[in-house]
């Protein structure tokens, strides 16, 4: 079992960068895929960025490819989601989630725990 904690966050403006964690429970944090996506409203939930379990392979929406960097720190059980010149586009709830599924996972079904999520609003 997994818990997952997102912080950080906020109201910013068009251009500006925030920096998302997710703090997760367990000893076994390191086994897991872990994974970004956001749900603006009246969407669906959609995928932005997952990394694997030691962070030598990311993947990413094409939509924030170039802008967004996912990391992690397994000393930390967090991983992050760097978000740099940020668009009102941008403007979502942001959830963090685990998956024990290895290779490419961007599906909202190949994540087995999700976080609360946390609101970023970009105003322009």
């Known amino acids: 079992q997994v818990q997952l904690v997102e912080s950080g966050g906020g109201l910013v403006q068009a251009g500006d960068s925030l920096r998302l964690s997710c703090a997760a429970s367990g000893r076994t944090f390191n086994s897991y895929r872990m994974g970004w996506f956001r749900q603006a409203p009246g969407e669906e939930r959609e995928f932005v960025a997952a990394?694997?379990?030691?962070?030598?392979?990311?993947y990413y929406a094409d939509s924030v490819k170039g802008r967004f960097t996912i990391s992690r720190d397994n000393a930390k059980n967090t991983v992050y989601l760097q978000m740099n010149s940020l668009k009102p586009e941008d403007t979502a709830v942001y959830y963090c989630?685990?998956?024990?599924?290895?290779?490419?996972?961007?599906?909202?079904?190949?994540?087995?725990?999700w976080g609360q999520g946390t609101q970023v609003t970009v105003s322009s």
């Open positions: 990394i694997n379990w030691s962070g030598g392979s990311t």
């Open positions: 989630a685990a998956s024990r599924l290895s290779g490419i996972v961007a599906a909202t079904s190949m994540f087995d725990y």
